[in-house]
């Protein structure tokens, strides 16, 4: 049974780091994509970064610049290094990850950026 174990989240002034960590548990299979999403209150979950198997990357605009997805495929873990935190990047923050047909989520780690 594959279990994605978060960490790195917490309170940061505006203009702070944090680096989120992911790892996929349970599984040896290849995995395909890994990426985080957020969900603000009041908000849909949104995709923030993404990288795929081949190192394809995604962002939502907003983190562009400020924001780096990468990965340890050996360990199987995603990492999200946050710069410039801005007030409006709080919320929870979800990792996720691709194995063949499926997707797997983590529980969740809060992000909260005070201005």
């Known amino acids: 049974q594959v279990r994605m174990v978060e960490s790195g989240g917490g309170l940061v002034q505006a203009g702070g780091s944090l680096r989120l960590s992911c790892a996929a548990l349970?599984?040896?299979?290849?995995?395909?994509?890994m990426g985080w999403y957020r969900q603000a209150p009041g908000k849909k979950r949104e995709l923030v970064a993404g990288i795929t198997a081949g190192g394809d990357l995604d962002y939502v605009d907003s983190v562009k610049g400020r924001f780096t997805v990468f990965r340890d495929v050996t360990k199987n873990t995603v990492y999200l290094q946050m710069n410039s935190l801005k007030p409006e990047d709080t919320g929870n923050y979800f990792c996720?990850?691709?194995?063949?047909?499926?997707?797997?989520w983590g529980q969740g780690t809060q992000v909260t950026v005070s201005s």
């Open positions: 349970g599984t040896s299979l290849s995995i395909n994509a």
């Open positions: 996720n990850a691709t194995i063949g047909s499926h997707q797997f």
